[in-house]
């Protein structure tokens, strides 16, 4: 089985099973093609680390948890650099959900179902060096393809207000823009 990994140039393929040989270069984990830098890297204990193309190693050693954590915040520093400058960008929106148990004997309701709550709003950027309460409001899509939708509103990483939807169940995918009125 084939997977592709994207470079600035063109995009090439490796087999799934290869492991991509990395070189670090001032704490940001670099790919054997030049300008090409890894993506988020998750470090499993006894497993190695991987990024989204494969294991990755440098040179023939184990990336260690502090060079993952310091690859990781260069990442995150740099995407929230180019969010800031271009003024929209993806963050990600999670709560908490208490649900209520349904109608019984010992807990009688007069809906007869259970109830859910939403609380503790916020978004964040994927290493959760960004995190900030916000404001959200659930609706719901009208028309055949009906699903729950958020509109989240929030003080960006450049302490301006923002504004993002984010739209079903499956993700915590936030799409947000800068709000051109600062009011």
């Not at 090439?12 to 270069?25: A, P």
């Not at 393809?145 to 302490?159: A, K, L, Y």
């Amino acid at each position: 089985m084939k997977h592709f990994s994207m470079s600035s140039s063109n995009a090439t393929t490796t087999n799934k099973g290869d492991i991509m040989s990395y070189t670090i270069e001032g704490g940001l984990i670099v790919g054997p093609e030049s300008g090409q830098c890894a993506g988020y890297i998750f470090n499993f204990a006894g497993h190695g680390a991987y990024d989204p193309t494969g294991k990755i190693k440098v040179g023939d050693l184990e990336l260690t948890e502090e060079q993952v954590k310091a690859h990781n915040k260069i990442l995150a520093d740099a995407e929230l650099k180019a969010i800031v400058e271009r003024g929209k960008g993806t963050f990600y929106f999670s709560y908490d959900l208490k649900v209520d148990p349904p109608y019984s004997p010992i807990n009688p309701r007069w809906q007869g179902r259970s109830t859910r709550r939403y609380s503790n709003y916020r978004v964040s950027n994927f290493d959760g060096t960004f995190k900030v309460s916000c404001f959200a409001n659930r609706v719901f899509t009208p028309g055949f393809n009906c699903s729950e939708r958020w509109h989240v509103h929030f003080t960006g990483p450049d302490g301006k207000k923002w504004y993002g939807i984010h739209q079903g169940e499956t993700h915590q995918l936030l799409r947000a823009r800068r709000l051109k009125k600062q009011e």
